[in-house]
């Protein structure tokens, strides 16, 4: 198990163990965190043969078992996983076909377990199939959903179930699980993640912070190159992210333009780059940042009608040179 999360997989087993668990638990915490591990984990707690028998102090699974080997080998047959990344949205089809399959008895013997990554992907329809389920739990069946964006539940569906937050975790024990991967870490990059150190740990491994600090330093320096300005567009515009990176670089300018200490920069390996443009002074800082919180907004996705990201952030980069001038 990831570190940042042994803690609560050891108070989860313990509570399967007690059987204190709620037959619907919702694993909330932002992305990357861990919550599929984490349910994974607690499905073979569950399932396993050797889980409750009196000499297992922890509760957790004993990976021996014929139940612990079918999980491992991925076949387990009163296992049901729906959901994650690659689905677009979860219907009401998959939905009712767990609810059948979970109202069968268990081939094993031993509870069933469903697992229902993203839960907010479910459509309104699929939500409400559910719901029956979690009102009249089906025999032995667990439910274990997992989301980052919990608000996008249905009320109805949070309130049945048992609710468990992963607190995002401190940044040091995810900077020590970084380095031990080999990985060259540094707080800046956990910051432009959100914390997040399953997202931090790809985007370290794709050398994208390298990325992040040639980017910024070439936005740094328009003023002097102006004529970098369609490669700086062109490279803000790559990906939704690489506002976020212009964001925070601005915030922190802000930050020391106001005369505010430098610790807890968030870019703090940026810090030079961010006393130079601090010298533009607050209004102008606020002011770009302020239009920049407005362009993120209506660039999101499904933010309604389209715009034409290009014209839109062209426009401002110009803004951008003609105050700093
Ligand atoms: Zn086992």
Known sequence: MYPWLSGQEQQLTALIRQQQLGHA?????????????????????????????????QGVACIHCHSCQLIKAGNHPDLHVIGGQQ????????????????????????????????????????????????????????????????????????????????PVP??????RWLSGLGLESNLAALNVNQGSPLGTRDYLAAGTDKRRRELLQQFGQLAQLPQTLTSVQSGLLEQPVHLLWLQ???????????????TGLRLADS????????????????????????????LQPGAGRPVNAGLQLGQWLNDWLINIS
Do not use: F, Y
Not at 42 to 55: G, P, R
Not at 170 to 175: G, I, Q, T
Not at 273 to 298: F, M, N
């Open 25 to 57: 638990l919702l694993l909330k915490g932002v992305e990357g965190i861990g919550k599929r591990a984490l349910a994974a984990a607690l499905a073979q707690a569950l399932l396993c043969q050797h889980t409750n028998v009196a000499d297992n102090k």
């Open 271 to 298: 810090e030079d780059l961010c006393r130079a443009l601090s010298q533009r002074g607050p209004e102008k800082l606020r002011q770009a940042l302020t239009s920049l919180l407005q362009l993120r907004q209506i």
């Open 248 to 262: 925070l670089l601005l915030q922190d300018a802000l930050q020391l333009a106001l005369g505010l200490s430098s």
């Open 87 to 166: 689905q677009r949205s979860i219907g009401v089809d998959a939905i009712r076909q767990l609810t059948q399959v979970l109202s069968e008895s268990a081939r094993l013997g031993h509870g069933k377990v469903a697992i229902i990554e993203q839960a907010d992907k479910m459509t309104e329809a699929a939500a409400n199939a559910l719901l029956k389920t979690l009102e009249e739990p089906a025999g032995e069946a667990t439910l274990l959903l997992t989301s980052a964006h919990p608000e996008r539940l249905l009320p109805t569906i949070r309130s049945r179930c048992q609710q468990w937050l992963l």
């Open 170 to 175: 401190e940044s040091d024990v995810v900077l």
